[in-house]
């Protein structure tokens, strides 16, 4: 268990709404990321953070943003949602320790459906 | 455009097979590659991860990696009805902020 928590688990939300989904982590690691799961499309990155106030877009940014202003919080907004933001949101950390430079630790997920 | 691709599946073995995944990769400069298990509705979960040329085992699997000819494969011995599952591949990218790239997952589905 790498101590995330995702909230809510799970969210239907009218397109054109704003929606944020928090990421929270209780083991202070720098390295957190946004990624989205679809069929046939494996995880695809939306954005990542390597530290407070430090972030970047990852392949699919268009239409999300991020902030993150506490090393425990990584918040995903979707500022108008579109049903093709309909997904599974995955937060994860990466421990960024000797040996283990790149490993992945997930959260539970988040469920969101766009109608 | 750095790639990983996987055989979608559905990969379906007899219960006490040999489970064998494959992966392949486009960027030579990869050096951390990793197998992650994600069952239906669950999120993935690190099963195994490898560094060097050769094979590395933990228990029922044991990873496999050829970088001249840049692939990865997952074995799985003597596999069993809780190893049905989907298996994601994932790839460092080379140069970027500790940043992973994956494939689309194989689908395993172990036989009674």
């Known amino acids: 268990d790498a101590g995330i928590t995702q909230s809510p688990r799970h969210k239907v939300t009218e397109t054109g709404t704003p929606v944020t989904l928090r990421c929270h982590q209780t083991e202070n690691h720098r390295y957190m990321y946004w990624y989205r799961q679809d069929p046939g499309h494996g995880l695809r990155l939306i954005h990542y953070s390597y530290g407070v106030k430090d972030t970047d877009k990852g392949e699919v940014s268009d239409g999300y943003s991020v902030s993150r202003s506490k090393t425990e919080d990584f918040l995903l907004t979707l500022e108008s949602a579109t049903s093709s933001q309909t997904s599974v949101y995955f937060c994860?950390?990466?421990?960024?320790?000797?040996?283990?430079?790149?490993?992945?630790?997930f959260g539970p997920g988040t469920r969101l459906t766009v109608t | 455009q750095k790639e990983v691709e996987q055989n979608s599946g559905p990969l379906s073995v007899p219960e006490g097979a040999i489970a064998s995944l494959n992966c392949t990769y486009s960027d030579r400069g990869s050096q951390s590659f990793f197998w992650y298990r994600q069952y239906s509705g669950k999120s993935p979960e690190l099963i195994m991860s490898i560094y060097s040329n050769g094979d590395k085992e933990d228990g029922r699997f044991t990873a496999q990696l050829n970088k001249a000819s840049q692939y990865v494969s997952l074995l799985i011995r003597d596999s069993q009805p809780s190893d049905s599952a989907t298996y994601l591949c994932?790839?460092?990218?080379?140069?970027?902020?500790?940043?992973?790239?994956w494939g689309a997952g194989t689908k395993l589905i172990i036989k009674p």
């Open positions: 994860a950390i990466s421990p960024i320790t000797s040996g283990s430079s790149y490993e992945q630790y």
């Open positions: 994932a790839v460092n990218i080379r140069g970027s902020n500790y940043q992973l790239i």
